[in-house]
C-alpha cells in the first residue's frame, strides 16, 4: 500500500494517482454504456516510464549490497511491469471494441497494479536507504556497548578516533533524513535526540577519562565514577534507538503520545533488538566473566521484556513473564559456572544454547504482544484532564452506549489525578478538592451501576449524567488552579538549591563539617529534584490543556531531572576526593550546567503551561501572606522570621518579574510590550528598598519607624504587582460602557388609572420592514444525527471534529465554516467508502473536495496567524495548520487506491487500503480540530491594525444539547 512519509515519494505518486484516478473515472462512465477512448497513446507513453523505472530498478539490484533490497524489488519490479502489460493489451481490445468488458477489468486492474506497484518499488529503495543509516547508528550502539571497558588512556584515545567519525556520519546522515520526512513529529524526535547525542558525548568522555584516573590510582569514588560513565553511556545509547526507531516509522497517529502503552512497547521492542547480538555474542564465548557488557545485554533484554509484559494484553501477559524468570534463572546459572572457571564444561554449553534458544522465543513472544496490542484497537485513557474530560462527557451524553469502558476509566482518572494534586494543598482547598473528588466518584460509581444494569438510558442516569458533567467541569477547574498554585511555591527559588549544593561540593579540604554538610545538601538537592518533576508531571496532566507537545516536554524533562540529580551528587563525591583533578572538575560543571539547564527548562515550560494572569494573581496572595507573618515576626521581635519571610516576599516577586519579561518577549503588540515594561520596571525598582527596609526591621525589631518605612516600601511592591497584573491580563470587555447610575428611588411612581398610553410612534417606512433573517442552524446536523458506531471510524472521525466546530457560530468565521464543510465531507467520504450510495467517481471528487477544503483551511489559518502578536500562539497555530496539507493530498492519493479495488473488495489490499485511509482521514479531522482551538486562542491576541476579520461566538456546548 502507499506510503507517504517522505517529500519525494509523496510528490511521484501524487501525478500517478491523478493518471489513475482519471482511468477510474472513464471505466465508471463506461459502465454507464459510454464507449471507452483510446487510450493507446497515454497508455505508450506510461509504458516507456515503466520500462526506464524497471531498468533503473535492476541496475540498483546488482550495484547494491542490501540483502534485502536484492530480494525484494525484484517482485515490485514483476508487478509494474505485468501492470504495464495489462494496460497495453487493454488499449488494443479497447481500440477495436470501445464496450470490451474484459478490456476495461484489465484496465482497471492495470492502474492498481501501477499505482501499488510505484508505491512498492518507492517504500523497497527508501527502507534500503534507512537500513544504511541505522547500520550506522548501530556501529555506534557497539562502541558505547564497549565503553565500560576502556580502563587505559591508549584504550580512550582510541575510542574517541574510532567513535568519532561514525558520529559524525551519523549527524550528517539523519539530519539529511529529517529534512525530507513529511511528518513533523518524526523531523522534531530526530533533531532533538541528535542535540542530545552531541551534548552528551564530550560529558561521557570526560567521565570515562575520570574513571581510568581514579582506577589506575586506585583511588576513592571509582564506584561513583563508573555510575557515572555507564548512566551517560546509557543515555545517548537510549537517544540512538529512539533514532533508529523513528527512522523506520513511515505513519504517524495525530493522537499518539510519547506515553501511550503501544508506543512505548515498541520502543522497548527497538531496545530488545539493539542488545540481542551483545547478548547472543556474550552466550557463545565460554571465557566470558560476569558483569560484562553481553550479560548486561540478556538483562537488559528481560528488563525490556517485562515493561512489555506490563501493558500488553492478558492473554500475553503471562507467557512473557514466565519465560523472562526462567531465563533470569538460567542466565544467573550460568554465571556461577564461568565464575567458578567451568565455562566451557558441557553443562555450561548446553546452558547457553537453551538460553540463546529462550532469547529466540521472548522476542517472538514480544513481537506477538506488540502486534496483538495494536490490533485489538483498545483505546487508552487520554494523558491529561482536559482529554479525559472529553472522553468521559461523550460516554456522559449516552451512558447507555458500549464505549469499552474508556468513558469510565477517563473518570476515574481524574479523581485520581485530582487526589493527588490535593496532597500538595493546604488544608482548606485540600479538604475542598476532596470532597469534590469524592462527589465525583459516588457519582461515577453510581452511573456505572446503572449502565451496568442497562438503566443508562433512564431519566435518573440522565440526570446524574447531567449532574457528573458539570461537576467533573468544576474539578477540572479546581486541578487547574492547585496546579497553579503548585507552580508559584516550587519554582519560587531554583538557584539556592544547587547553589548550596554546589558550595559543599567545592569546600575545602580541611573545612569543618565537611562531609556533613555535603551529605545535607545532597539530601535538600534531592528533595527539591523529586518536588519539581512531581510538579512537572501534575502540569503536564492538568495544566496544559490538550497541548500534546509541551505535556510531553514537561514529562521528558522531569524524567531527566530525577535521571541527572544523583550522577551529580556522585560528581559531587568525586569532586570532593579530587578536588585539583582538572577532568574531575570539568566533569562536575558539565553535569552541573545538565541539571541547572534541565530544572530551567521544566519551570519554564510550566510557566508556559500556566495563565501568567492567574500565575501573577496567586504570586500576589502569597505575598500578602508573607506579608502578615512579616507584621507577626515584627509583633513578636522575631528577626529571622523576618529575613525568611522578607526573602520569601522578594523571590515571588522577581518570578512575577520573569513571567512578565517572558510574556513581553512572547509579544509583538507595541502598546503591550510598552505597558508591561513600565509595570516591570517599577516593580524591579521597588524590591531592593523594601529588602533594605526589612534588614534594617531585623536589626531593630522594635524601631516602630523602620517598621512604618518596610510597610510603606512593602505596599509599594504590592501596588507595582498589581500594576504588572492589569497588564498581563487581557480584558476582552474593556471598551463596554458603565452602566448608567440608578435613579432615585423617591422620583419613581405609578401612573394613576386615568392616565393614558402615549401615542403610538408612526411606521419609519411605506412598506412593512422585512422579515428578520431566520436563526442560525446547522444543515449538516441530519448527516450528524446519531452517534456513529464503532464500525464507522470515518464517520467517528467527522462526527468528532463537527462536536468540536458546531460550539461556535459560522457566521463571520471562514474557518469554522470551512471545518463545518469539511466535517460534512468527511461524513459523506464514510457513506462512500461503505459502499452506502454513490460511485467511485463520486469518492475520488469527495477527496478532491477535502484536499481543496484543506487547503482553504491552511490559508485562513495562516491568515490568522499573520496578524496573531503572541508567538508562542502563532507558532503553534503554524505548527498544525501545516500539517493538514499533506495529509489532504495523502487523502486524494488514498481514495484512488480504494476507486481501484473493482473486483478485489474483501482481499487483504482493500482491507489494508481502508485501514490507511481510516488512518488517514482520523489525523486529518484531528489536524483540523486542533486549528480550530490554535485559531480561536490567537483570535484574543491580533494586531490592533487587523480589523476584526473573524468573530469567536460561543454557541450552547455540545454536551448539553
Excluded at 534485502?68 to 502489460?85: F, G, H, N, W, Y
Excluded at 507552580?487 to 547553589?499: A, Q, R, S, W, Y
Excluded at 502578536?869 to 507558532?875: E, H, P, W
Amino acid at each position: 500500500m502507499p506510503v507517504f512519509h517522505t517529500k519525494t515519494i509523496e510528490s511521484i505518486l501524487e501525478p500517478v494517482a491523478q493518471q489513475v484516478s482519471r482511468l477510474v473515472i472513464l471505466h465508471e462512465e463506461a459502465e454507464d454504456g459510454n464507449a471507452m477512448p483510446d487510450l493507446q497513446r497515454p497508455v505508450f507513453a506510461v509504458s516507456a516510464a515503466v520500462a526506464n523505472l524497471a531498468k533503473v530498478g535492476r541496475e540498483t539490484i546488482q550495484s547494491s549490497d542490501d540483502a534485502i533490497l536484492r530480494q525484494d524489488m525484484p517482485a515490485a519490479l514483476q508487478r509494474v511491469e505485468s501492470a504495464s502489460k495489462f494496460l497495453e493489451e487493454a488499449s488494443a481490445m479497447l481500440k477495436s471494441d470501445p464496450y470490451s468488458q474484459p478490456a476495461r477489468k484489465k484496465l482497471i486492474e492495470g492502474s492498481r497494479g501501477i499505482l501499488q506497484g510505484t508505491s512498492a518499488l518507492l517504500l523497497c529503495f527508501d527502507e534500503s536507504e534507512v537500513r544504511k543509516i541505522i547500520r550506522e547508528c548501530k556501529r555506534v550502539l557497539d562502541y558505547l556497548a564497549i565503553a565500560e571497558v576502556v580502563d587505559s588512556l591508549e584504550d580512550l584515545v582510541r575510542f574517541v578516533q574510532d567513535l568519532s567519525p561514525c558520529l559524525s556520519k551519523v549527524s550528517r546522515e539523519v539530519d539529511s533524513r529529517q529534512q525530507e520526512l513529511t511528518h513533523q513529529v518524526h523531523r522534531e524526535i530526530l533533531l532533538r535526540c541528535l542535540e542530545e547525542v552531541k551534548t552528551l558525548t564530550p560529558i561521557l568522555i570526560c567521565s570515562m577519562k575520570i574513571f581510568i584516573q581514579i582506577h589506575s590510582d586506585g583511588g576513592r569514588g571509582g564506584a561513583e565514577a563508573a555510575v557515572n560513565r555507564d548512566y551517560l553511556a546509557q543515555r545517548m545509547s537510549d537517544e540512538i534507538n529512539e533514532i533508529i526507531r523513528v527512522l523506520q516509522l513511515t505513519t504517524y497517529d495525530e493522537e499518539e503520545w510519547d506515553a501511550d502503552n503501544l508506543t512505548g512497547m515498541k520502543r522497548a521492542l527497538n531496545v530488545i533488538d539493539s542488545k540481542m547480538q551483545g547478548g547472543h555474542d556474550w552466550l557463545g564465548d565460554p571465557r566470558a566473566l560476569r558483569g560484562g557488557v553481553g550479560e548486561k545485554s540478556v538483562r537488559g533484554i528481560l528488563d525490556e521484556a517485562r515493561k512489555v509484559a506490563e501493558h500488553c494484553l492478558p492473554q500475553d501477559r503471562d507467557p512473557i513473564k514466565k519465560i523472562c524468570s526462567d531465563i533470569s534463572s538460567m542466565t544467573n546459572a550460568l554465571c556461577e559456572l564461568r565464575q567458578s572457571g567451568q565455562g566451557d564444561s558441557p553443562q555450561a554449553e548446553s546452558l547457553s544454547r537453551a538460553i540463546e534458544q529462550k532469547l529466540n522465543e521472548l522476542t517472538g513472544l514480544v513481537l506477538r504482544a506488540v502486534t496483538n496490542t495494536e490490533r485489538s484497537g483498545i483505546l487508552q485513557p487520554a494523558h491529561t484532564v482536559t482529554g479525559r474530560l472529553d472522553q468521559a462527557r461523550r460516554w456522559l451524553v449516552a451512558p447507555s452506549v458500549d464505549d469499552k469502558g474508556l468513558g469510565q476509566r477517563a473518570i476515574a482518572l481524574c479523581v485520581e489525578e485530582a487526589r493527588k494534586v490535593a496532597d500538595g494543598l493546604p488544608g482548606v482547598q485540600k479538604a475542598e478538592l476532596l470532597n469534590l473528588s469524592d462527589e465525583v466518584d459516588s457519582l461515577y460509581h453510581h452511573l456505572a451501576e446503572c449502565s451496568r444494569r442497562g438503566d443508562g438510558h433512564t431519566p435518573q442516569a440522565l440526570a446524574i449524567a447531567n449532574q457528573l458533567i458539570h461537576k467533573l467541569a468544576e474539578l477540572k477547574n479546581k486541578i487547574q488552579s492547585a496546579v497553579v498554585s503548585r507552580v508559584v511555591e516550587d519554582f519560587v527559588d531554583t538557584v539556592t538549591p544547587l547553589k548550596t549544593f554546589t558550595d559543599a561540593a567545592l569546600a575545602a579540604e580541611g573545612t569543618p563539617g565537611r562531609e556533613a554538610t555535603f551529605s545535607d545538601r545532597a539530601t535538600t538537592l534531592q528533595s527539591f529534584s523529586n518536588r519539581v518533576a512531581k510538579t512537572a508531571r501534575m502540569v503536564a496532566a492538568g495544566g496544559c490543556g490538550d497541548n500534546k507537545k509541551l505535556a510531553e516536554s514537561l514529562l521528558s524533562g522531569a524524567a531527566q531531572v530525577e535521571s541527572l540529580t544523583p550522577q551529580l551528587v556522585n560528581a559531587g563525591r568525586i569532586r570532593m576526593a579530587y578536588p585539583d583533578n582538572q577532568a574531575v572538575n570539568e566533569h562536575f560543571e558539565n553535569l552541573r550546567v545538565q541539571y541547572a539547564d534541565a530544572v530551567n527548562r521544566v519551570r519554564h515550560h510550566c510557566d508556559e503551561a500556566v495563565d501568567p494572569g492567574h500565575f501573577i494573581q496567586l504570586s500576589e496572595e502569597a505575598i500578602k501572606k508573607h506579608t502578615v507573618l512579616c507584621e507577626n515576626a515584627i509583633m513578636s521581635q522575631q528577626p529571622g522570621k523576618m529575613v525568611d519571610n522578607t526573602s520569601s516576599i522578594a523571590r515571588l516577586a522577581n518570578r512575577v518579574l520573569m513571567v512578565a519579561r517572558q510574556e513581553a518577549d512572547n509579544s509583538e503588540d507595541p502598546m503591550f510590550i510598552q505597558t508591561l515594561a513600565w509595570a516591570a520596571d517599577q516593580l524591579q525598582g521597588t524590591v531592593p528598598p523594601m529588602v533594605h527596609k526589612a534588614k534594617d526591621v531585623a536589626l531593630s525589631p522594635s524601631d516602630q519607624t523602620a517598621a512604618a518605612r518596610w510597610r510603606t516600601l512593602n505596599n509599594e511592591l504590592l501596588g507595582a504587582i498589581g500594576n504588572v497584573k492589569n497588564a498581563v491580563v487581557v480584558y476582552p470587555d474593556d471598551n463596554v460602557p458603565d452602566l448608567p447610575p440608578p435613579p432615585e428611588i423617591q422620583k419613581l411612581y405609578l401612573n394613576d388609572a386615568s392616565d393614558r398610553a402615549p401615542p403610538r410612534p408612526p411606521s419609519p417606512h411605506q412598506y412593512p420592514p422585512p422579515r428578520p433573517p431566520p436563526p442560525e442552524t446547522d444543515d449538516e446536523d441530519d448527516m450528524f444525527k446519531h452517534t456513529p458506531q464503532p464500525n464507522q471510524p470515518i464517520m467517528m472521525a467527522a462526527h468528532g471534529l463537527h462536536q468540536e466546530v458546531r460550539q461556535w457560530s459560522s457566521k463571520d468565521n471562514d474557518i469554522v465554516a470551512a471545518a463545518k464543510r469539511m466535517a460534512l465531507l468527511m461524513a459523506r467520504l464514510s457513506q462512500l467508502v461503505r459502499g452506502e450510495g454513490g460511485n467511485k467517481k463520486d469518492l475520488i471528487a469527495c477527496a478532491k473536495e477535502i484536499a481543496e477544503s484543506s487547503e482553504e483551511v491552511t490559508r485562513l489559518a495562516k491568515e490568522l496567524a499573520r496578524d496573531c502578536t503572541d508567538k508562542r500562539m502563532r507558532t503553534s497555530l503554524l505548527q498544525v495548520c501545516e500539517r493538514i496539507p499533506t495529509i489532504g493530498t495523502q487523502l486524494k492519493i488514498l481514495s484512488t487506491v480504494k476507486a481501484t479495488m473493482l473486483g478485489a473488495q474483501g482481499t487483504e489490499e482493500d482491507r489494508e487500503a481502508t485501514e490507511m485511509l481510516v488512518g488517514n482521514a482520523q489525523n486529518l479531522m484531528q489536524s483540523v480540530k486542533e486549528t480550530v482551538r490554535a485559531a480561536e486562542a490567537a483570535s484574543i491576541k491580533m494586531r490592533t491594525d487587523a480589523g476584526v476579520r473573524m468573530r469567536w461566538v460561543r454557541r450552547q456546548p455540545w454536551y448539553q444539547y
